[in-house]
């Protein structure tokens, strides 16, 4: 199972639209929030993911929600915009917080810094900002094991 993580494209269609034609394998894209209406556009033009997209502190959309909790494989997943845990100041809320909800991983956005980090046990994972700098995530699991990578469009 193959999903990309992208977070903060703050209108950067064509860099999102890229990470998809290169990755058209994937199976889940989630957006960690700040996203206008790229995830709109990108679902009419592939259409055979499943999609999960929080709301970050730029987003206006009331429907979009929060926070998004799934599982992959047995792999609890947690995903966040990270302005409401403070994320900019440290990680501790955002570790709390999915501590308290048991899961594996927890994405987040909102610093436009990449993060991969394990921390007892819960998985951190920022990719960055496709708007900015360029940068993603791709996760995948294979047999329970999660292989996790950042990576830059040229």
């Known amino acids: 199972m193959k999903i990309i993580v992208v977070s903060d494209t703050h209108g950067s269609y064509r860099n999102f639209k890229k990470v998809m034609e290169l990755n058209r394998n994937a199976d889940i894209v989630v957006h960690c929030g700040d996203s206008r209406d790229e995830v709109e556009q990108i679902k009419t033009e592939f259409p055979d993911k499943v999609y999960y997209t929080v709301k970050g502190n730029c987003d206006f959309d009331k429907a979009l929600p929060f926070s998004e909790e799934f599982t992959v494989d047995?792999?609890?997943?947690?995903?966040?915009?990270?302005?409401?845990?403070?994320?900019?100041?440290?990680?501790?809320?955002?570790?709390?917080?999915?501590?308290?909800?048991?899961?594996?991983?927890?994405?987040?956005?909102?610093?436009?810094?990449?993060?991969?980090?394990?921390?007892?046990?819960?998985?951190?994972?920022?990719?960055?900002s496709l708007g900015y700098e360029k940068s993603f995530g791709v996760i995948e699991i294979k047999d329970g094991q999660v292989v996790s990578n950042i990576a830059r469009l040229k």
């Open 74 to 128: 047995g792999v609890r997943f947690f995903a966040t915009h990270g302005h409401m845990y403070n994320v900019k100041f440290g990680l501790l809320d955002l570790f709390m917080a999915a501590k308290e909800k048991q899961v594996d991983i927890a994405l987040y956005g909102h610093t436009h810094v990449t993060h991969d980090e394990s921390v007892d046990g819960i998985r951190l994972f920022n990719p960055g």
